[in-house]
């Protein structure tokens, strides 16, 4: 790989880690409002699919090795297998789908409705469904809880984010 390729893997990555950290509880869920979503969104947008995988696969495990780069400064086997687990597990496979079908032209609206329709699902699924099965709540039980509140939220995100990949040059 050549030195900018990895440049932008490794600061994208630093940038993961670091966005872990601008979070905040809601007193209702084991879930926090963070930025982390708005900075997958825009790696997910930014690079080519291969190293959109790559980056979230060295996130997961930095995290899983010990290191604070999950939300809220926490790590380890632990959270991966907690009741938010399933939503750090989604992110490899729902932002590499995105750099896959991000499309060729850049333009907000190609990024923003894209990543909408692919990320928010794909996250969602896999965080509901692993917090439904680590929890063992039913699913009308789980949707208040893990993803009704945090919509409107990853909604703006995607749209920032799609703003922001539009607007930076690599």
Same mark, same amino acid.
């Given at each position: &790989? ?9 600061? /994208?990555?630093?940038? +993961?880690?670091?966005?872990?950290? =601008?979070? #905040? ?6 879930? %926090? ?13 930014? /690079?080519? $699919? !291969? ?13 899983? @090795?010990?290191? $604070? ?6 790590? *380890? ?14 992110? $490899?496979?729902?932002?590499?789908? +995105?750099?896959? #079908?991000?499309?060729?032209? !850049?333009?907000? #609206? ?14 969602? +699924? #896999?965080?509901? @469904?692993?917090? &439904?099965?680590?929890? !063992?709540?039913? /699913?009308?039980?789980? /949707?208040?809880?893990? %993803?009704? $509140?945090?919509?409107? *939220? ?5 749209? @920032? ?6 607007? =930076?040059? =690599?």
């Amino acid at each position: &790989m050549e030195a900018r390729r990895l440049t932008k893997m490794a600061l /994208l990555t630093a940038l +993961l880690c670091i966005s872990a950290y =601008i979070s #905040f509880p809601l007193p209702f869920s084991p879930a %926090m409002v963070t930025a982390l979503t708005l900075v997958a969104t825009l790696t997910g947008l930014l /690079l080519q $699919p !291969k190293d959109a995988f790559i980056v979230f696969i060295v996130y997961v495990l930095l995290g899983a @090795v010990g290191l $604070p780069v999950f939300v809220g400064g926490t790590a *380890g086997l632990g959270k991966l297998l907690g009741p938010t687990g399933g939503f750090i597990f989604s992110w $490899p496979i729902a932002y590499t789908l +995105l750099s896959v #079908f991000k499309g060729p032209k !850049k333009s907000f #609206f190609s990024y923003a409705w894209r990543s909408l329709v692919i990320t928010i699902p794909v996250v969602y +699924l #896999f965080g509901v @469904v692993g917090f &439904m099965i680590v929890t !063992k709540t039913e /699913l009308w039980a789980a /949707l208040p809880v893990v %993803m009704f $509140p945090f919509i409107p *939220g990853d909604i703006v995100k995607c749209l @920032v984010a799609s703003w922001l990949a539009t607007k =930076i040059k =690599i």
